[in-house]
């Protein structure tokens, strides 16, 4: 048989990061990477494949990553774990290890519609001979059907688009796209730009079914109206992959993905889980919480790794930080909504600023920002924010997370230290973060 001081089971965004941050923090210890697939997609970059990339192979992890750290890598399928014994079982034999590190990912969410099986129906699978599939697909299609409008599908049908000569749908159950992670003012401008780029948004719209007899020729709405369509492509979530875990009697979650605890162990001892697989707890209450992001996947990797042997980290809970763009339009949220503050119970002063990022606002690269931040009133602790802007969007909303996770309050917002440029920043005098906390700390006063 066999063996290794850290075995790893999955090579995407949370094994790749869990065996890094091993090695770093025991340099003494084997770590050996076990995933099914020679080459791995950026799970993140899979919409750009079709688009802007134009080849799957374009988005592919580097394996250089790991190696330079000093990881084994092994592809082969792992199908059975003894947590009692901590050896692995893959087609290719055993591996027995000291601790185990759980990575297994996630699977895409099913429709529980006729005709999700269909010849031309896609799950979004991270699968390099999947999407290669699917983009040979997309160059002959004329119709093309993406069923949700969550930050996926926005960017699959945005890409897509790109190809030009196709007519693009987006159905979403919801009145608004993105509708989970923004105020409403966010999702009617985002769903403006990409209808004016000719992609057909219906909302409110509840797919009945997919049709076709074995290959896909329609998408059949509960209002009985028929799209046509030759390729279909669900944007729907994604469920944990946890059939390995479960046989092996780890325990899961109320979500049904593996249960840790605040330093990522799983129910048995030396095994630790992260990841879309693994169990989350909401930042603000501590109730489990269904967000499945790279970027947490990344940070319980981090929490992961470096408890291997002794414990040097705890995971606070997901604030739940992320972004997207379609043209030059980029949009990122952190923590609550003022909608969803409001939902959780919260007593909330919400305010917005708009003003260019740079100064003056003529400068090369400006574009309008506008920054909503939103405040729990009797504390002033921040609770949540949301920006429009360019480019520089994405790394605006990870100060806001930052201020978030550490419970900042709009005083210390306001009297935030930061550097500004013309070309780089907003004005220090009309700077977003600092001016929506100050307008935040006037209304709460009166
Ligand atoms: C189209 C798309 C776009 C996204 N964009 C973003 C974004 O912009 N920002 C963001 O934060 N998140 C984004 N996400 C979410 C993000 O992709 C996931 O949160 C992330 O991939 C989770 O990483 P993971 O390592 O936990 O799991 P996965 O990426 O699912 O990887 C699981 C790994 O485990 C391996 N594995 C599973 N079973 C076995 C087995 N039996 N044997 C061996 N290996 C196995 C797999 O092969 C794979 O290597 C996006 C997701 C999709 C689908």
């Keep these: 048989m066999r063996k290794t001081d850290v075995l790893i089971i999955g090579g995407s965004a949370a094994g790749a990061t869990a065996a890094v941050t091993a090695r770093r923090h025991y340099p003494d210890k084997e770590v050996l990477l076990v995933r099914k697939e020679g080459k791995v997609m950026i799970p993140c970059g899979i919409p750009y494949i079709f688009g802007t990339l134009g080849d799957p192979a374009k988005n592919i992890i580097p394996d250089a990553m790991l190696t330079r750290e000093g990881v084994k890598i092994a592809v082969e399928t792992v199908e059975k774990i003894d947590v009692d014994k901590l050896v692995v079982s893959t087609h290719q034999g055993e591996i027995a290890c000291e601790r185990l590190v759980v990575a297994a990912g996630s699977l895409p969410g099913r429709l ?12 979004i699978l991270k699968d390099i001979e999947h999407l290669a599939e ?27 688009n790109k190809l030009g000569g196709k007519n693009i749908t987006v159905l979403e159950i919801a009145p608004y796209c993105l509708s989970l992670a923004y105020d409403e003012e966010f999702c009617a401008e985002m769903q403006a730009l990409i209808k004016s780029r000719g992609i057909d948004v219906r909302t409110n719209a509840k797919v009945a079914a997919i049709q076709g007899a074995g290959r896909v020729a329609s998408v059949k709405l509960t209002s009985g109206e028929v ?27 109320p979500t049904g993905a593996i249960a840790v605890d605040r330093a990522m162990r799983a129910s048995h001892k030396n095994v630790f889980a992260c990841g879309d697989c693994a169990e989350k707890i909401s930042f603000f209450s501590g109730r489990p919480s269904p967000l499945r992001l790279a970027s947490i996947a990344t940070l319980e990797a981090r929490i992961a790794g470096a408890n291997l042997f002794s414990i040097r980290r705890e995971h606070d809970g997901t ?67 949301q ?31 930061m550097g500004t440029h013309p070309a780089l920043t907003a004005s220090p005098i009309a700077y977003h973060l600092v001016n929506a906390a100050e307008m935040a700390i006037a209304r709460m006063r009166h």
């Design 112 to 123: 529980p519609v006729s005709g999700f099986d269909l010849d031309g129906a896609f799950p």
């Design 134 to 160: 699917l983009q040979k697909r997309l160059q002959s299609a004329a119709n093309v059907v993406v069923i949700g409008c969550g930050f996926i599908g926005i960017e699959f049908a945005d890409e897509i």
């Design 227 to 253: 799209i046509p369509a030759d390729v279909v492509i669900f944007g729907v979530g994604a469920v944990p992959n946890v059939e390995m875990a479960r046989a092996a009697g780890l325990k899961l979650g």
């Design 319 to 385: 604030v739940g930080v992320w972004s997207t763009a379609i043209g030059d339009l980029a949009m990122g949220t952190a923590g609550f909504t003022e909608g969803a503050a409001r939902q959780n119970g919260y007593d909330c002063v919400s305010v917005e600023v708009e003003g260019p990022n740079r100064h003056p606002g003529g400068m090369p690269g400006a574009a309008p920002t506008k920054l909503k931040l939103v405040f729990e009133r009797h504390t002033g602790t921040l609770l949540g924010g």
């Design 387 to 417: 920006v429009r802007g360019n480019a520089s969007a994405g790394e605006l909303i990870n100060i806001v997370a930052a201020c978030i996770q550490k419970r900042m309050l709009a005083e210390d917002i306001a009297t935030f230290q």
